[in-house]
C-alpha cells in the first residue's frame, strides 16, 4: 500500500523559515517525479514546486521562487521543501504528491499519489 506523509509544519513569524519533509512507502520514488502543492480552504490547489526522477529539474510558482527550495534523496524515499523568508500569504495547508510530468510553473500534470498535508501559519 502506498503511503505518502508529509511533515514540518507548524506556526512561524514572517521573515522566518520552515522546513517540510515528505516520506513515501509502497512506491519504488525514483519512477516519479514530485512535488509540493498548497491550499487555502475555498480555493483550489496549487502547485507550489516541482522536481523530476533524479533531482536535475525543479521549477517553482513566481511567488515563492528565490525563497523556497525543493530537493529530494531518492534513497530515503523523502523530498523536501526549504521555505525561508516567509510571508503570510504563503499560510496554507501544504501537500506532496508523486506523479509525472513536471510542469514550469511548479506543478505536476499527472498526480498519482497524495499525502495528507501539513498546516503552515505566518503569522504578520
Known amino acids: 500500500q502506498v503511503q505518502v506523509v508529509e511533515s514540518g509544519g507548524g506556526l512561524v513569524q514572517a521573515g522566518g523559515s520552515l522546513s517540510l519533509s515528505c516520506t513515501t512507502s509502497?512506491?519504488?520514488?525514483?519512477?516519479?517525479?514530485m512535488g509540493w502543492f498548497r491550499q487555502l480552504p475555498g480555493k483550489e490547489r496549487e502547485g507550489v514546486s516541482c522536481?523530476?526522477?533524479?533531482?536535475?529539474?525543479?521549477f517553482y510558482t513566481d511567488s515563492v521562487r528565490g525563497r523556497f527550495t525543493i530537493s529530494r534523496d531518492n534513497a530515503k524515499n523523502t523530498l523536501f521543501l526549504q521555505m525561508n523568508s516567509l510571508k503570510p500569504e504563503d499560510t496554507a495547508m501544504y501537500y506532496c504528491a508523486a506523479g509525472y510530468g513536471v510542469r514550469s510553473a511548479g506543478g505536476l500534470s499527472d498526480k498519482r499519489y497524495w499525502g495528507q498535508g501539513t498546516q503552515v501559519t505566518v503569522s504578520s
Open positions: 522536481i523530476d526522477r533524479t533531482g536535475s529539474i525543479t
Open positions: 509502497g512506491l519504488t520514488v525514483d519512477d516519479y517525479s
